[in-house]
T-cell receptor, first 114, second 114 residues
Framework: DGGITQSPKYLFRKEGQNVTLSCEQN?????MYWYRQDPGQGLRLIYY???????QKGDIAEGYSVSREKKESFPLTVTSAQKNPTAFYLC?????????????FGPGTRLTVL | RKEVEQDPGPFNVPEGATVAFNCTYS??????FFWYRQDCRKEPKLLMS???SGNEDGRFTAQLNRASQYISLLIRDSKLSDSATYLC???????????????FGSGTRLQVQP
């Protein structure tokens, strides 16, 4: 089955720790994205990548880092510099950045800072 | 002003009712439009793309009015299973950065009552 997987589903972090969220897709999509969703709010773009070894900051990149070493994988690291990291994190992919390319989402990771 | 605005609801309707959601967007360079559905604590899933001429998929009809910069979603014969949050999504080119990105509304919650 083609799709996007994210792990873990739930993640608890202590203050001052870095954590890495996994995102893998087997849709052969070129573009991948990371979003953050807070209760009652829309999705906000953290980082995106159009091709392997290239990525760009989104609207709220501070305190986050990413890598894109393989087409299938786009992990997100939430660093200790992110002041309010508790949120629902969603990874998405699309065929590219063309106008009509819909994005498809993974099941998400809920991060809670203790 | 938010780039994509939606009435947060909730819209409480009986089964079988017809319900309409509107969404307005501020970026006149927006080029493609989508409706996503998001169930509680789940990832958004593409419901339908919105085309200039309007389009229909079963009980769902989407309309686009570029002149007034709004998009609508009509659901006929509501089912209990339609209960969810409906996200209006706009794909726009940001001239200052050259970046093309999806912008998500905060969503409109629908609750269909038996």
């Amino acid at each position: 089955d083609g799709g996007i997987t994210q792990s873990p589903k739930y993640l608890f972090r202590k203050e001052g720790q870095n954590v890495t969220l996994s995102c893998e897709q087997n849709l052969n999509h070129d573009a991948m994205y990371w979003y953050r969703q807070d209760p009652g709010q829309g999705l906000r773009l953290i980082y995106y990548s159009q091709i392997v070894n290239d990525f760009q900051k989104g609207d709220i990149a501070e305190g986050y880092s990413v890598s894109r070493e393989k087409k299938e994988s786009f992990p997100l690291t939430v660093t200790s510099a992110q002041k309010n990291p508790t949120a629902f994190y969603l990874c998405a992919s699309s065929g590219g950045l063309a106008v009509y390319n819909e994005q498809f989402f993974g099941p998400g990771t809920r991060l809670t800072v203790l | 002003r938010k780039e994509v605005e939606q009435d947060p609801g909730p819209f409480n309707v009986p089964e079988g009712a017809t319900v309409a959601f509107n969404c307005t967007y501020s970026n006149s360079a927006s080029q493609s439009f989508f409706w996503y559905r998001q169930d509680c604590r789940k990832e958004p899933k593409l419901l339908m793309s919105v085309y200039s001429s309007g389009n229909e998929d079963g009980r769902f009809t989407a309309q686009l009015n570029r002149a007034s910069q709004y998009i609508s979603l009509l659901i006929r014969d509501s089912k209990l299973s339609d209960s969810a949050t409906y996200l209006c999504v706009v794909n726009a080119l940001y001239m200052d950065t050259g970046r093309r990105a999806l912008t998500f509304g905060s969503g409109t919650r629908l609750q269909v009552q038996p």
